[in-house]
């Protein structure tokens, strides 16, 4: 039996409050309750609510709301002929409250919370202090960044999310908020940021055609200034960091498959360039500062990955295709068709790197899936599993669009002991389910077409 209810402000968000909107913090308390110390009731002060790394920041006064302690007139008798009134004494009462938000705060520390972007709930690692690490990523509420979290938190490591939301979502994320070991930082990474942490993820950057070629002057910049913000970081506090630079370094590549010893065949002066030239002086940043101070460097060369999470407008082949078949609306092609891709699915691409980031291998690595297909074979192939009634149409050629891509991934072979595990059927299964979720939640998605957009909310 219950004499008052303890609740954290967190878990009363339903109850009559005043937000103050600045802030999303609650500043009232519901009518009626009184507010406690968080010691008073058991709760250490370092317990955090939505990553808020600031133990002031998550509740307000320190407090948590409490009905009155008082005792509590219940009606209730084992015989049924019979009503019997009983007094519950306050101290039983707040004894069993107490156990119950220790419990409560207990299984929001072990766990994500099930939402309509995520609904599985994912159980969380606790690793002695020894064991844990603080990991930065930026980007990290991006199509990839947003499984990396997920790889992470579960390991039981502490996850600051250092996004702009440019191209990331913060639904993407939302399921870790309440957690302890997770916080979420809104940043540009061309702004200096300063921070305590063991290992960064440098994932931030737009990075899709259409995303990046619409402010490319703030593409290149976010390559070259945020890597180099990232860089001074990683040296000051000592920390090892990935930079996850792209196939798109190959350019139209000579060379098939592609290692990572080939140079590239890259336009410096294209479309493309933004981004491609952009990942290539990042590298060489890398490398700089590796070899003139020491700072411990990982570059991952990525190849075409898809999944869930990914952006419903960024105009890729395979969330194009994907949108497209599930509306019936037309395929869209541009070009012959002929031209080639591999796809990855995003599980394989965060073990990559994950087993890079903890590996003693610093030179740079390709991760792909060699499965290669040409993009007229794969729009065949995604209306079939869909069922589609599309119509395939071919459009221009864009600009640039490499010939072939395909991964040699010997090096992650021999050297992280990586290859994809997935298969690109069941990818695509997972990523069609996630995408008609989306759909059925939001309506119409009217694709994005090959030119230059901002990403939509």
Request: charged share 20%; hydrophobic share 35%.
């Amino acid at each position: 039996m219950i004499g008052y209810v303890v609740l954290p402000v967190m878990m009363v968000s339903r109850l009559p409050t005043d937000v103050d909107s600045n802030r999303s913090r609650f500043t009232s308390r519901p009518a009626g309750w009184e507010s406690t110390s968080r010691s008073t009731v058991g709760i250490s002060p370092n317990v955090g609510i939505r990553g808020n790394p600031n133990p002031n920041e998550h509740f307000v006064d320190q407090a948590v709301y409490v009905a009155p302690a008082k005792s509590i007139t219940t009606n209730f008798s084992t015989d049924k002929t019979k009503k019997k009134t009983e007094t519950i004494p306050a101290d039983v009462f707040e004894s069993t409250n107490l156990e119950i938000l220790r419990a409560t705060f207990d299984i929001m520390g072990s766990q994500s919370l099930p939402t309509s972007a995520t609904p599985v709930v994912m159980k969380t690692t606790k690793l002695a202090d020894s064991k844990r690490k603080k990991i930065m990523i930026t980007g990290g509420a991006g199509f990839v960044g947003s499984h990396l979290v997920d790889k992470l938190m579960m390991e039981g490591h502490e996850v600051i999310v250092v996004d702009n939301f440019f191209t990331g979502q913060k639904h993407n994320i939302e399921h870790w908020l309440h957690h302890p070991n997770f916080s979420l930082i809104v940043h540009d990474v061309t702004e200096p940021i300063m921070l305590e942490v063991d290992q960064i993820y440098h994932l931030a950057c737009p990075a899709s055609p259409p995303h990046y070629q619409y402010n490319p002057v703030k593409t290149i910049k976010t390559s070259t200034m945020g890597t180099i913000n990232m860089l001074g970081l990683a040296k000051r506090v000592r920390a090892r960091m990935l930079l996850t630079s792209t196939s798109e370094i190959y350019g139209d590549p000579l060379e098939h498959p592609q290692k990572e010893s080939y140079w590239g065949n890259v336009n410096t002066i294209g479309p493309r360039s933004c981004y491609d030239e952009g990942k290539r002086v990042a590298e060489t940043m890398m490398y700089s500062y590796r070899n003139q101070n020491q700072v411990e460097v990982r570059v991952a060369r990525i190849f075409n990955t898809f999944g869930p999470r990914m952006h419903p407008n960024d105009g890729r082949v395979v969330s194009n295709f994907i949108i497209q078949a599930l509306q019936n609306k037309p395929i869209t092609i541009y070009g012959n068709g002929e031209q080639t891709r591999s796809f990855q699915y995003v599980s394989d691409l965060v073990e990559g790197l994950y087993k890079l980031m903890n590996n003693d291998y610093d030179l740079p690595v390709n991760l792909g899936n060699p499965d290669e297909y040409s993009v007229k074979d794969f729009a065949h192939y995604i209306k079939n599993i869909t069922s589609s009634d599309s119509v395939i149409t071919m459009l221009p050629k864009n600009q640039d669009d490499p010939s072939q891509r395909k991964p040699d991934i010997s090096t992650a072979k021999k050297q992280l002991g990586w290859s994809p595990q997935v298969s690109v059927r069941d990818g695509l299964e997972n990523t069609i389910t996630y995408f008609q979720r989306v759909l059925d939640e939001s309506g119409e998605i009217v694709p994005t077409g090959p030119g230059a957009a901002k990403p939509e909310a």
